[in-house]
Nanobody, 119 residues
Framework: VQLQASGGGLVQPGGSLRLSCAASGSIFSINDMGWYRQAPGKQRELVATIATGDRITYAASVKGRFTISRDNTENTVYLQMNNLKPEDTAVYYC??????????????WGRGTQVTVSS
């Protein structure tokens, strides 16, 4: 299973970006999908997750500005980021808990995409 993230880049404060992450490979179904980020010198932290049935969790720091969504037909998770702030600068990683069959599941990480918020 591979997760391919895209959509990062350089944006000014107050701007928007949309991240995408597509899962491919031997997939029976996908449980949770989510986004995490790691800023220089800091630990990786949860940004948002979306579970089956669209149960959603956001970090307090992004609530009201970021929106996570998923397309189950495309095995893709999105992160719409609005009103970006310099403190949102980080490498963003997608993650997914994937079922290869009805018995086995495992968690996978994408490579990460850089988001830089700067004027």
């Amino acid at each position: 299973v591979q997760l391919q993230a895209s959509g990062g880049g350089l944006v000014q404060p107050g701007g928007s970006l949309r991240l995408s992450c597509a899962a491919s490979g031997s997939i029976f179904s996908i449980n949770d999908m989510g986004w995490y980020r790691q800023a220089p010198g800091k630990q990786r932290e949860l940004v948002a997750t979306i579970a089956t049935g669209d149960r959603i969790t956001y970090a307090a720091s992004v609530k009201g500005r970021f929106t996570i969504s998923r397309d189950n037909t495309e095995n893709t998770v999105y992160l719409q980021m609005n009103n970006l702030k310099p403190e949102d600068t980080a490498v963003y990683y997608c993650a997914a808990n994937v079922k290869k069959d009805i018995f086995q599941s495992a968690s996978y990480w994408g490579r990460g995409t850089q988001v830089t918020v700067s004027s």
